[in-house]
């Protein structure tokens, strides 16, 4: 069965730094286009970050874009989201995703969504989030 499990999570002063990590099983590593998401109570959960794990083509949110980095270890199936420079606003828990797109889907359409952070619905894989607060 296809899972996400993301680790990392905890308690930071502002402008500290905390690197999330979230492994893959299955194959939905080759789902090829990867993003964190962020969720506060009350609100809808809202993607930071994505990355192409075929050519590592990254996109970010204007509200983490020069703080956070989103990256990926083919060998271990892994992707990490880097926090730095982190905020109280940035208190949230972390949610990883894979974009799962039909398998007759061009790798070009699959590609432009993802650079333009993905196109998330249901149909994808969540993972249950690892809780991020940053203190004053």
């Known amino acids: 069965q296809e899972k996400l499990e993301e680790s990392g999570g905890g308690s930071v002063t502002t402008g500290g730094s905390r690197r999330l990590s979230c492994t893959t099983s299955?194959?939905?590593?080759?789902?090829?286009?990867m993003g964190w998401f962020r969720q506060v109570p009350g609100k809808e959960r809202e993607v930071v970050a994505t990355i192409y794990t075929v050519d590592d083509t990254q996109w970010y949110d204007d509200s983490v874009k020069g703080r956070f980095i989103i990256s990926r270890d083919s060998a271990k199936h892994t992707v990490y989201l880097s926090m730095n420079d982190l905020k109280p606003e940035d208190s949230a828990m972390y949610i990883c995703?894979?974009?799962?797109?039909?398998?007759?889907?061009?790798?070009?359409?699959?590609?432009?969504?993802?650079?333009?952070?993905?196109?998330?619905?249901?149909?994808?894989?969540y993972g249950r989030g690892t809780q991020i607060s940053v203190s004053s």
């Open positions: 995703a894979a974009d799962v797109h039909p398998t007759t889907t061009p790798s070009s359409v699959v590609r432009t969504s993802c650079v333009f952070g993905g196109s998330w619905n249901s149909e994808d894989v």
């Open positions: 299955g194959d939905i590593y080759d789902k090829n286009c």
